[in-house]
């Protein structure tokens, strides 16, 4: 059980670290975007913003799933 426990929280600080650089490159991202005036008017900046919405979307149904695995009672 211990080694189980020790799988689970080193796979939720990679998710938090994760989140955590999701987080920082969206803001990012959301700065440019301001700079240029509040409209992305440049095909770089537009696919750059969709990506990292789109990364965002990725880190936050990973932590539905960890968070549905704990509900039911499949992890701790």
């Known amino acids: 059980m211990d080694d189980k ?3 689970w929280r080193e796979q939720e600080e990679k998710l938090v670290a994760r989140w955590n650089a999701a987080a920082a490159h969206y803001q990012a991202v ?4 301001a700079e240029a005036g509040g409209e992305a008017t440049s ?8 990506r990292a919405r789109a990364e965002m979307e990725a880190v936050r149904r990973q932590v539905a799933r960890l968070k549905v695995e704990f509900n ?5």
Do not use: D, F
């Open 43 to 50: 095909e770089a900046l537009v696919h750059k913003a969709a």
């Open 30 to 33: 959301q700065a440019e975007i």
């Open 72 to 76: 039911m009672g499949k992890r701790y």
């Open 5 to 7: 426990r020790k799988t």
